[in-house]
Nanobody, 124 residues
Framework: QVQLVESGGGLVQAGGSLRLSCIVS????????MGWFRQAPGKEREFVAA????????WYADSVKGRVTISRDNAKTTLYLQMNSMTPEDTAVYSC?????????????????WGQGTQVTVSS
């Protein structure tokens, strides 16, 4: 069982930055992958970034590559998403997720555990 709690969302102006946090608790050894997804109003949930929790390997969606960084603390208790040069198209509910197989990490079905999400709004 893995528990995830996001924080750090809010209102930011276009061009600004925001860092989201996801506190991770429970058993995450044995090949877990942690991901960030987002869902904008009227759209499907989409992959943003992911990290192999043990090895630190990262993956990014093409739409955010170069603007977004996924990271974790050394104790592996918190997952982060640093977002820079934000645009109104980044407005969405952002959720962190955990899955036990770091393969096809952009696929929602690969993730078993989800946080409640945090709202991010970018004003123009």
């Amino acid at each position: 069982q893995v528990q995830l709690v996001e924080s750090g969302g809010g209102l930011v102006q276009a061009g600004g930055s925001l860092r989201l946090s996801c506190i991770v608790s429970g058993r995450t050894d044995g090949g877990y992958v942690m991901g960030w997804f987002r869902q904008a109003p009227g759209k499907e949930r989409e992959f943003v970034a992911a990290m192999d929790w043990s090895r630190g390997i990262t993956w990014y969606a093409d739409s955010v590559k170069g603007r977004v960084t996924i990271s974790r603390d050394n104790a592996k208790t918190t997952l982060y998403l640093q977002m820079n040069s934000m645009t109104p198209e980044d407005t969405a509910v952002y959720s962190c997720a955990a899955g036990n197989n770091p393969v096809s990490v952009w696929v929602l079905a690969k993730y078993r555990y989800w946080g409640q999400g945090t709202q991010v709004t970018v004003s123009s």
